[in-house]
């Protein structure tokens, strides 16, 4: 495991020593677009936000199931759907 400090010399940051702007300009963000169209493969074309929730709310019913105990009713169609959005969402994010 990697310690914090390791991470901060990787880094280029020495500890004790103040940063200005000039030394270290702010970093940039850039906030995704709830409407931004994202194409899934065999699915069609999905807003950023509802893809977002939908992807959500699939996990949140298979972590629930296998709580439960309850493995029937997923199969292999279910879960490449599900596949399909995760690397559709992935590829949305890498790009932005």
């Known amino acids: 495991m990697k310690k914090l400090t390791d991470i901060l010399k990787e880094a280029g940051i020495e500890m004790g020593k103040v940063y ?3 030394d270290k300009p702010p970093f940039k963000i850039t906030e995704k677009k709830k409407d931004d ?3 899934i493969r065999g699915m069609g074309t999905w807003d950023y ?6 992807l959500a709310r699939k996990i949140k019913d298979l972590d ?3 709580k439960q ?3 029937t009713g997923v199969g292999k ?3 490449s759907v599900l596949v399909a959005m995760w690397e559709a969402l ?4 890498e790009n932005q």
């Open 69 to 71: 105990g309850d493995h």
């Open 20 to 22: 200005t702007d000039k």
């Open 49 to 54: 936000k509802s893809l977002t929730s939908n």
């Open 37 to 39: 169209k994202i194409q």
């Open 90 to 93: 992935s590829d949305y994010e």
């Open 64 to 66: 629930r199931r296998n």
């Open 77 to 79: 169609n279910q879960l």
